[in-house]
């Protein structure tokens, strides 16, 4: 692999630097930028400043920049924590130096015992999908990243032994291609530079794209085991592909055939079924295709009709085809048995107007319909799959008419010989006309096959190429996925593996490459034979040349001969094919192939579940005996904000390197000269890049890019991702930052945490509930990501630290850490504190491993708690102990009235005047104490009581409260309040006497009552019914009784406050 850029070594190698001497030279450069910085302000501040130009300076000074970030850690030294925290979030400062240190302490590598063997605790093991070499990583690879590494980071939280590969893919069309366009923007050709230099580009191309990879990977957290890096073409890797080729060809199952393949003109190569797209075409369409003017269009859509003349008769028989072109290797015309239409021209013959041929009339009654179009057909068996099985069912000639680069050979006449395929379908349509044979053109709705790699039109053409025979090997996986050996999430993807596996087809595994890894494969030429290069009997492969001789002189029998390796390479995906084993040694027996295959989960986009898992499944079953692993997790395609699919050419694609720090619009315009795009191309990206972007991409970092892609993951096949979105996870890493700060202030120097989180009994209720949720907290992550539910497992991590620990707990113990508090207050207050940051930070962390590792070493350990990471700390799970049901129930409820008073205040708009004194209101003698228009209502004892022990939370949580009352009845709330119901027994009221309009009030009450009243008649009605006892169930009685005595209070409490602004008028 290619590694990540080191520091320069110094300029005496007898004299290394040291550490000290490192974190100086880095002090030194933050000095530098900091000084510089300063000296720039000063000089502007020193300038003049214009009549009136007062404010312009101001804003000026508004928009100075902050001091860069210049990390001071020496690379794989750990962070120095003893400084005081910034003054905000600032993502590249928290995620610099973490991954460094991570990778030098070997946390990423696999925990065993001191055995050397698997934890008790399980494994776990992710065969990371191979990014291909082709270019930089996508915003589509990130999402692979925080998934896998989410799930990794979790389940060696957990205590496993976890293995995360990663490895690189030679992607063998797609990176000799983006190679081939490069070259030829030189000027130069691969067959200028010959087959092993060029194959020497290649591998510069890839060493160069492997290292910018490892660096993206690194950025996004990716916590590999980069000791066991891995690459399709290193020597242990192809040292599998020829042990698979060779022993698939010794069972029969790999075999070599002269058969139809879809061939790409403009790669030159053959491809298989799955890389090839079917365009959808309503009728007539013009389409430009690869490989011609830009300014030429072709009709597709169509079907013409066309006569043969019949062979000594002056009869004409029409046939009808799409690609009127490929009349030229018409090797029959097939009507059905049964037509009395043609019945008189059995075993007659056609004359081709253009080639010396005589074409047969065949009767086939499968191929033809009497019903459609004329019920006769032209064969062409070497250019159509239908047409292939035709020939071989009446052992037609098989006349390919096309050279590998689209034009047409000497196979279709003078007239077309050295054509391109194109022109020569207009042009055999004109010579139709001329000779009075056209007969018509219609539209006619069809499907083109379109290379997904290049965009050509794929041509169906005779090869001699090595095949395998998927039918067994399917047959085999099919049967152990029933027996619940794999399971594949989403159902939906399962539904359609079935699908495939059991229709599944012959693969081609040539290539017509030079970049891959060449057949194993040996044409064994004997002197003074005449052989068929195309027969698989002349033919023999070997693990090394050795062997392939051996076998050539049994085959030879003593003959001379010459070994000839074929010149093809291997389809990519029957490397990639063989990744989960592969990666572990095999077929050599190591003790990695025993400890971590089966792997335990394959994470991957669902559009590659053929390309790729399938063949895992067929190939991982009959060469190791065992499922490659136990579960399939097929993740959305990311499309853009506007739902369509990522393109270079529509300036979406995103790399996820931008999105982390940060891209204005002209640097993203740039970007685009780095890869193939043409002018024109480039145009339009940069209109759609203006259009997504207007000021370029926020800088968001690494952990809010992780979040956002698992908050998207629920489990669909489309995610449409907003950048906005991902800088509001932005903001949530720096309420967490700002939090936890805050929160360690009220951690003083003194505090040492208590040696286990177990409560100590001197919780208050809002430690409880704090606490209670947590644990929920915890039992619900744990949950979600057992059932790769990522969406739900970001949200209950996303409510707990916001909702609950930042918006309620944070403030409620405000008041407990004060001085005026007892000390046992006091510090079980900030050992809750702890636990919740303790333990929520970890329940972050597989989600958002920088800003979590960054916060959790500034927390001080519990005494003889030695982990030196968060990443390998203990992942909090459901804590009996931290079970408080009673206290969330009791402490929800006065929440809920803290919520219904804001809400109150707000509605009446009178947050900000919510303390006055009482003597101006005319508060009944009772309360003539209160400073604060507040009453809590509770008709309930036990209510009553709850409210008043919490009086200090309500006032925390409530801004602008100086004070609650808490009474029994109404004749405790004075006149003038405004109300509100929250339960049957339980009211909140606010005094708003003289801020509101009286008459509105009433009108308002009046509405609100008739509502009350009506849907209270509706309940009193159905309770009324006769069988209603007996016929409806229990529950449903319960909460109907509930409903019907809400409405009974909420009336009581609307006819009070109505009667109550009357008599104020």
């Excluded at 590249?92 to 030098?104: G, M, N, R, T, V």
């Excluded at 599998?240 to 393949?261: M, Q, S």
């Excluded at 795009?677 to 145009?683: G, T």
């Excluded at 008043?948 to 609650?964: E, H, R, Y």
Aim: glycine share 6%; net charge negative; proline share 5%.
């Amino acid at each position: 692999m290619s590694e990540p850029s080191a520091t320069a070594p110094p300029a005496d190698p007898a004299a290394p630097i040291s550490k000290n001497a490192e974190k100086k030279k880095a002090k030194m450069k933050e000095n530098e930028a900091r000084l510089a910085l300063k000296a720039a302000k000063a000089a502007k501040a020193a300038a003049t400043t214009p009549a009136g130009g007062e404010k312009k300076a101001k804003k000026e000074k508004e928009q100075e920049q902050e001091v860069p970030f210049v990390n001071t850690t020496p690379k794989g030294e750990k962070k120095d924590m003893s400084q005081p925290m910034p003054a905000g979030y600032n993502p590249i400062a928290i995620e610099a130096a973490w991954y460094d240190w991570w990778q030098a302490q070997g946390f990423f590598q696999p925990q065993l015992t001191q055995n050397g063997e698997v934890k008790p605790e399980g494994v776990f093991v992710i065969p990371s999908p191979p990014p291909n070499v082709t270019g930089s990583l996508h915003i589509g690879h990130a999402l692979t990243v925080a998934i896998q590494d989410c799930l990794v980071r979790w389940n060696r939280m957990l205590g496993k032994t976890t293995l995360f590969v990663p490895g690189f893919d030679h992607a063998g069309i797609s990176t000799q291609s983006v190679v081939e366009k490069r070259l030829y923007k030189t000027g130069v050709t691969r067959h200028d530079l010959g087959r092993e230099k060029f194959v020497e580009k290649v591998w510069e191309w890839k060493e160069d794209y492997q290292g910018r990879i490892t660096n993206q990977l690194q950025r996004l957290g990716g916590s590999y085991d980069w000791t066991r890096v891995a690459f399709t073409m290193n020597e242990s890797l192809s040292k599998a592909v020829v042990e698979t080729f060779c022993t698939l060809h010794e069972e029969g199952i790999l075999y070599r055939a002269n058969r139809l393949v879809n061939w790409c003109v403009k790669l030159n190569t053959t491809l298989s079924n799955l890389e090839v797209d079917q365009k959808q075409l309503e009728g007539r369409t013009l389409l430009n295709v690869p490989g011609y003017d830009l300014k030429e269009k072709f009709e597709f859509g169509i079907i013409v009709s066309f006569a043969y003349p019949i062979e000594g008769s002056d009869e004409k028989i029409v046939v009808a085809t799409t690609r009127p072109e490929t009349m030229l290797g018409d090797t029959a015309v097939a009507v059905h048995s049964q037509d009395p239409r043609y019945k008189h021209l059995h075993g007659k013959f056609v004359k081709h107007p253009f080639v010396d041929r005589r074409i047969p009339i065949i009767t086939d009654d499968i191929v033809v319909d009497m019903a459609f179009g004329t019920g006769a057909v032209k064969i062409t068996p070497a250019h159509d799959p239908n047409d292939y099985e035709v020939g071989a069912r009446h052992k037609l000639d098989f006349i390919n008419i096309l050279n590998d680069d689209g034009t047409f050979n000497e196979n279709a006449g003078e007239k077309f010989k050295g054509m391109k395929r194109f022109h020569a379908r207009v042009a055999v349509v004109q010579a139709l006309k001329d000779l009075g044979l056209y007969v018509e053109t219609k539209d006619n709705p069809m499907q083109i096959p379109i290379c997904s790699k290049s965009g050509d039109v794929i041509e169906p053409i005779l090869k001699p190429q090595w095949w395998v025979n998927c039918t067994p090997l399917a047959e085999e996986a099919v049967k152990r996925t029933r027996a619940g050996e794999l399971n594949i999430a989403p159902k939906s993807s399962e539904a359609e593996w079935y699908r495939w596996l059991e229709g599944i087809q012959d693969w081609c595994i040539s290539r017509q490459l030079w970049w891959g890894h060449r057949c194993p494969a040996y044409f064994v030429k004997v002197e003074g034979q005449d052989q068929d290069r195309n027969d698989g009997k002349h033919w023999v492969v070997g693990r090394t040349l050795e062997e392939a001789m051996a076998r050539a002189e049994k085959l030879a029998a003593g003959a001379k001969f010459t070994l000839e390796q074929d010149e093809d390479v291997l389809d990519t995906w029957f490397s990639s094919g063989l990744w989960p084993w592969s990666i572990q040694g095999w077929p050599s027996k190591t003790k990695d192939l025993e400890m971590f295959y089966p792997a335990s989960l394959l994470e991957t986009g669902w559009d590659i579940l053929f390309f790729w898992v399938a063949r895992m499944v067929i190939l991982g079953v009959h060469l190791t005996g065992k499922m490659p692993f136990s579960e399939v997790y097929c993740h959305a395609m990311i499309r853009d904000a506007h739902g369509r699919k990522m393109s270079k050419s529509l300036g979406n694609v995103i790399d996820p390197l931008d999105v982390i720090q940060g891209l204005d619009l002209e640097s993203l315009h740039q970007k685009l000269y780095e890869g193939n795009l043409d002018e024109r191309e480039i145009v339009k990206a940069k209109a759609g890049q203006k259009k997504d972007f207007p000021k370029g991409i926020p800088q968001c970092g690494t952990d809010a890019l992780r979040f956002a892609l698992c908050a998207y993951s629920g489990g669909g096949r489309d995610i449409n991702l907003e950048i906005l979105r991902v800088e509001g996870y932005r903001k949530f890493c720096n309420k967490i930052f700002n939090a936890t700060k805050f929160a360690m202030l009220k951690l003083d120097e003194t505090f040492v945490p208590s040696p286990a989180a177990q409560p100590t009994g001197n919780e208050s209720l809002v430690e409880k509930w704090i606490l209670h949720k947590l644990n929920l907290a915890s039992e619900e992550i744990n949950k979600q990501l057992t059932d790769r539910n990522f969406m739900s497992a970001t949200n209950a991590a996303y409510n707990f630290w916001l909702y609950e620990l930042c918006d309620v707990y944070i403030e409620a113990m405000k008041p407990m850490t004060e001085e005026s508090a007892s000390e046992t207050t006091r510090k079980s207050a900030q050992q809750t504190l702890y636990t919740c940051l303790d333990h929520g930070l970890r329940l972050l962390h597989p989600f958002m491993p920088y800003v979590t590792e960054e916060l959790w070493q500034r927390l001080p350990r519990r005494p003889n708690d030695p982990t030196p990471s968060i990443m390998v700390s203990k992942y909090p799970t459901f804590d009996k102990a931290f079970e408080f049901s009673q206290a969330e129930r009791d402490f929800d409820l006065v929440f809920s009235a803290v919520k219904a008073s804001r809400a109150l205040a707000a509605a009446y708009n009178v947050q900000q005047n919510l303390q006055g004194e009482s003597a101006q209101y005319s508060i009944p003698n009772s309360v003539a104490n209160a400073t604060l228009p507040v009453f809590m209502r509770a008709e309930k004892e036990d209510e009553a009581e709850l409210f008043a022990s919490q009086i200090p939370t309500f006032l925390a949580l409530t801004k602008n409260c100086m004070s609650v009352d808490v009474v029994r009845d109404i004749s405790g709330v004075p006149a003038g309040c405004g109300s509100e119901l929250l339960t049957p027994t339980i009211f909140t009221h606010i005094l708003v006497r003289g801020q509101v309009d009286i008459d509105a009030e009433v009108n308002k009450g009046e509405k609100k009552l008739a509502i009350a009243k009506m849907n209270l008649s509706k309940i009193q009605k159905i309770e009324a019914q006769a069988d209603y006892e007996s016929t409806v169930p229990e529950s449903v009685r319960l909460a109907n009784e509930e409903r019907r005595k809400t409405f009974e209070a909420d009336i009581q409490l609307l006819e009070h406050s109505i009667q109550m602004f009357t008599e104020m008028k």
